[in-house]
């Protein structure tokens, strides 16, 4: 694998732009992966690195580590006290509404209810002259979501559950939609891309904002649907 994209380092933190379909670290769940974010990096800085919160293995874009153990501890403090700003970029079947915040509790897998909050608004929308089941053309939307809660899988389950589901997402996503990607385009990632971080840094108290540009499946799909990047 080549370098990762560094998007912000100090004394203290280091983000990259995450590749998709690249694990954060080892994991029971997924035996076949052979490379993960966390050695790489480690590798490539030549320090050790923590991850402070965690982004599905297929979705693209920012994730943070830390250095130092005191300083991944009060990350991952502030991740969960909900005080770091998260934006995401997504594809989704159909035009969804110029905005909407969406607040479905989400099940744990033991079974527990916790509450989930997603707000988002809709950036772009397209039309393709490319017939779909009984439709005569193809709708879709770019949008820009902002989870105040991190449930796991939470911005993937929201949007399946107003019927605007991600594309590429296989686990909770719409497989017709999936399938149609796969064949028409040979596209197979997630569209869904962690953009923005924005928090108080716990060492130094300054407000820091950090971002990840989109990658080459998401720019092909921009290109594809005729958004401006």
């Known amino acids: 694998m080549s370098m990762l994209e560094i998007v912000y380092q100090d004394d203290h ?8 379909g690249l694990l954060v670290h080892r994991s029971s769940i997924a035996t076949d992966a052979k490379e993960f974010a966390l050695q790489l990096l480690r590798d490539q800085v030549g ?10 293995r297929k979705t693209g ?12 501890i009060a990350m991952q403090q502030q991740f969960q006290n909900g005080e770091v700003k998260k934006k995401y970029l997504a594809v989704l079947r159909g035009h969804a509404p110029d905005s909407l ?5 989400l099940a744990k897998e033991n079974g527990t209810i916790q509450e989930a909050f997603t707000s988002f608004v809709t950036l772009k929308r397209a039309e393709l002259d490319v017939p779909f089941g009984k439709h005569a053309t193809s709708r879709y939307s770019l949008v820009e979501a902002a989870p105040t809660t991190g449930r796991m899988h939470q911005l993937r389950k929201h949007f399946a559950h107003i019927f605007y589901p991600i594309i590429g997402d ?5 497989n017709k939609q999936n399938k149609f990607f ?12 962690a953009s923005e971080l924005s928090f108080k840094h716990p060492v130094t108290r300054a407000d820091i904002v950090i971002n990840a540009g989109i990658q080459e499946e998401f720019i092909r799909m921009y290109k594809l649907m005729g958004w401006e990047i």
Not at 170 to 174: D, I, L, N, S
Not at 182 to 193: A, G, N, P, S
Request: glycine share 4%; hydrophobic share 40%; aromatic share 8%.
């Open 47 to 56: 320090r050790h690195v923590s991850p402070v919160h965690r982004i599905d």
């Open 61 to 72: 874009g920012l994730l943070l580590f830390a250095f130092e153990k005191d300083v991944e």
């Open 101 to 105: 915040d969406i607040d479905y509790p």
């Open 182 to 193: 796969l064949e028409q385009w040979e596209m197979t990632t997630m569209l869904l891309h």
């Open 170 to 174: 296989r686990k909770h996503g719409c």
């Open 13 to 20: 933190l280091i983000a990259i732009n995450k590749p998709h």
